[in-house]
């Protein structure tokens, strides 16, 4: 199987995309990342080769490694990165990545822990998805009714599935399945008219801070892509593959990767002041500075065993003393 990765990011979410890609091959993935970006890029990006690749006259090639490649691609959609992923996944499956039977999207804040094995076995089984922490939601909840009263409007029928509400950092399908990108796109554009455009989301300006047009009553795309593609697994007629909120390290169990939700991202915190508040380190800044130092090398040597040694700290004292 030809698979290839993509994700999407601007600022300091540079970071993230390293540390995946490190992930990802630390787990067996060889082949090609692409990684549509927006504003400038840092130090570490501009050493690769300037090249045309599909559409993109000027993308940057690194190959931080022999076996695997990071391909940056400068986007002008004036939509928020969250809401852009089917619409990059439909583009690289229509160009860049043509030749490639399975696509992934990750959210440049998750790290993968599993073997590359299982989520190439995964795509096999149908559309496949990760249930959110925010799960589940039962067939007669106002927001899945709201999106059924919507969508009604569009001339698009969603029929309930099961209770389980996704995530949206993560979706992968094999190339038989790219109609449901398709479709994805279609409920995306029709929801735009509610949020207000999809340039609005639940970040503004890479924190938790959100622009969507607030309706009266419940807020039934108040995570704008997120709901849209939950919406969409009910509009579907193939087969979803879901793994549980395990498969995110959103509860204990095997997971199959760690996803660092929230705006206080593994790279962004001082686990000194964490400390203090009574916070210790969690699970997903330890595997994110784990998988920080290679192949690719975005934060220095040094600044790497310094988190290390502050969250081995944090931890052990963790055990004395919490607010």
Not at 170 to 188: A, H, T
Not at 243 to 262: N, Q, R, S, V, Y
């Amino acid at each position: 199987m030809i698979s290839a990765v993509c994700t999407l990011f601007e600022g300091h979410y540079h970071y993230g995309v390293a540390t995946l890609s490190n992930s990802l091959y630390t787990q067996g993935f060889r082949g090609t990342i692409y990684v549509g970006y927006r504003g400038s890029l840092p130090n570490w990006i501009l050493k690769g080769k300037k090249e045309s690749v599909g559409k993109w006259k000027e993308a940057i090639s690194v190959s931080p490694v022999e076996g695997i490649q990071l391909v940056f691609l400068q986007l002008a959609t004036t939509y928020s990165l969250t809401n852009y992923k089917p619409d990059f996944m439909l583009e690289l499956w229509e160009g860049a990545a043509k030749d490639a039977d399975a696509l992934f999207y990750f959210d440049p804040d998750i790290v993968v822990i599993d073997s590359w094995k299982c989520f190439e076995q995964w795509v096999d089984c149908g559309v496949a998805v990760c249930e959110d922490i925010n799960s589940p939601l039962q067939e007669f909840h106002p927001r899945r009714h709201g999106w059924r009263n919507y969508f009604k409007n569009y001339d698009i029928d969603l029929q309930y599935k099961n209770q389980i509400y996704v995530n949206g950092g993560f979706v992968g399908l094999s190339k038989k399945n790219i109609s449901f990108l398709k479709l994805w796109i279609k409920l995306q554009e029709s929801m735009g008219d509610a949020i207000g455009g999809l340039d609005k989301s639940i970040f503004f300006n890479q924190t938790h801070n959100s622009t969507i047009l607030k309706m009266e009553g419940f807020q039934f795309f108040d995570k704008s892509d997120q709901d849209a593609l939950n919406a969409t697994i009910e509009a579907y007629d193939g087969a979803i593959s879901y793994i549980g909120k395990d498969g995110m390290g959103f509860i204990p169990g095997e997971a199959t990767m760690i996803h660092a939700l929230g705006s206080l991202k593994p790279w962004r915190i001082n686990h000194f002041i964490r400390f203090f508040k009574g916070r210790i380190p969690r699970r997903e800044d330890v595997v994110y500075w784990e998988n920080s130092k290679s192949p690719i090398l975005a934060h220095s040597r040094g600044e790497i065993r310094k988190k290390q040694m502050a969250i081995k700290i944090s931890k052990f004292l963790g055990r004395f003393y919490r607010v």
